[in-house]
């Protein structure tokens, strides 16, 4: 379930609305410390009105807000003016995220594209000659098909409690077949265990 910490970040000036939003941009901090409101103050400290990025996405998963979503930041250069600037912290060029943090960013881009609709999901390198969001970061695009429900977000091996709930659920008749525990389900696939659930129970078994 999302949720996003609020912070109420105090501002030098007000953050200007913007007129569209088509584009979330990736950002890593870089360091393996910090949070929403230690980057307010460094960015305080360069003479910005306050924070430049959007979100914050701790390691342990906890998202912050930044300047508000429907706000310019800086974080992007000539992509400000129209997108979201998300900072994961760490040093991705050390380590990928951690999965605390891409479920969560899965999880806030399905947020923000039932507010702005279909977002196109950049890295910060994508528009400006930086190695940000680092090396170890997932591809963009792999991020943006996950968020769109096209592949799991479980990882690491398959484990014994997964495969043991797909063979149960073909021993019960809700499954005609053993399936990869990772596969997606459609729609049709989906009524079709519902069907047989409701199957079972009027059959009384």
Same mark, same amino acid.
């Given at each position: 379930?999302?949720?996003?910490?609020?912070?109420?970040?105090?501002?030098?000036?007000?953050?200007?609305?913007?007129?569209?939003?088509?584009?979330?941009?990736?950002?890593?901090?870089?360091?393996?410390?910090?949070?929403?409101?230690?980057?307010?103050?460094?960015?305080?400290?360069?003479?910005?009105?306050?924070i430049g990025y959007n979100y914050v996405i701790l390691k342990n998963g906890t998202i912050q807000t930044?300047?508000?979503?429907?706000?310019?930041?800086?974080?992007?250069?000539?992509?400000?003016?129209?997108?979201?600037?998300?900072?994961?912290?760490?040093?991705?060029?050390?380590?990928?995220?951690?999965?605390?943090?891409?479920?969560?960013?899965?999880?806030?881009?399905?947020?923000?594209?039932?507010?702005?609709?279909?977002?196109?999901?950049?890295?910060?390198?994508?528009?400006?000659?930086?190695?940000?969001?680092?090396? !170890?970061?997932?591809?963009?695009?792999?991020?943006?098909?996950?968020?769109?429900?096209?592949?799991?977000?479980?990882?690491?091996?398959? !484990?014994?409690?997964?495969? !043991?709930?797909?063979?149960?659920?073909?021993?019960?008749?809700?499954?005609?077949?053993?399936?990869?525990?990772?596969?997606?389900?459609?729609?049709?696939?989906?009524?079709?265990?519902?069907?047989?659930?409701?199957?079972?129970?009027?059959?009384?078994?």
């Amino acid at each position: 379930m999302l949720r996003i910490v609020q912070t109420n970040l105090k501002f030098t000036a007000p953050p200007i609305p913007r007129k569209k939003t088509t584009h979330i941009y990736l950002h890593h901090s870089a360091g393996e410390t910090g949070d929403a409101y230690v980057f307010h103050r460094q960015h305080l400290g360069q003479g910005w009105r306050g924070i430049g990025y959007n979100y914050v996405i701790l390691k342990n998963g906890t998202i912050q807000t930044g300047r508000p979503h429907n706000t310019i930041g800086s974080h992007s250069g000539p992509g400000n003016p129209y997108s979201i600037g998300i900072c994961l912290v760490g040093n991705m060029n050390n380590h990928p995220p951690t999965d605390a943090q891409m479920q969560s960013l899965i999880e806030l881009i399905r947020y923000l594209e039932g507010i702005y609709g279909n977002l196109t999901v950049d890295d910060h390198s994508d528009i400006m000659p930086t190695a940000c969001p680092g090396a !170890q970061m997932p591809d963009d695009d792999y991020i943006d098909k996950i968020a769109e429900g096209g592949n799991s977000m479980v990882t690491g091996p398959i !484990q014994p409690w997964e495969t !043991q709930h797909i063979q149960l659920a073909v021993q019960n008749g809700f499954l005609s077949q053993i399936h990869d525990p990772r596969e997606p389900i459609c729609y049709s696939e989906l009524a079709a265990i519902i069907n047989n659930f409701y199957a079972k129970i009027a059959g009384g078994k």
